[in-house]
């Protein structure tokens, strides 16, 4: 069965860069559509950007277009998250997910990883 174990969080300021990684073991990571996901302390789980097995379709959410950029590096068997121009609404416990399809992964199926805290202070 395939692990998640996120990486890079941490406390940064307004208008900073981050970038969280997604490390897989236990499986080959290639067969698996990727997402990351936020869940903001006493808020629902949002969903941030996915990227599909070979990197070719990816998307974002609304709020982080322009800033955020997702990739993959299946050789490594581990995925990126890249964080630009941060600001305080971005602050949540970021979680990386793998599955089959997207659709299974918004709701809350396929694997996750335990997350990795992004605080970001004005």
């Known amino acids: 069965q395939l692990e998640l174990v996120e990486s890079g969080g941490g406390l940064v300021y307004a208008g900073d860069s981050l970038r969280l990684s997604c490390g897989a073991t236990?499986?080959?990571?290639?067969?698996?559509?990727l997402a990351w996901f936020r869940q903001a302390p006493g808020k629902e789980r949002d969903y941030v950007a996915s990227i599909s097995m070979s990197g070719g379709d990816i998307e974002y959410a609304d709020s982080v277009k322009g800033r955020f950029s997702i990739s993959r590096d299946n050789g490594k068997s581990a995925g990126y998250l890249q964080m630009n121009s941060l600001k305080p609404e971005d602050t949540a416990v970021y979680s990386c997910?793998?599955?089959?399809?997207?659709?299974?992964?918004?709701?809350?199926?396929?694997?996750w990883g335990q997350g990795t805290q992004v605080t970001v202070s004005s």
């Open positions: 997910a793998a599955g089959s399809s997207l659709r299974w992964l918004k709701k809350g199926l396929g694997i």
């Open positions: 236990g499986r080959t990571f290639s067969s698996y559509t």
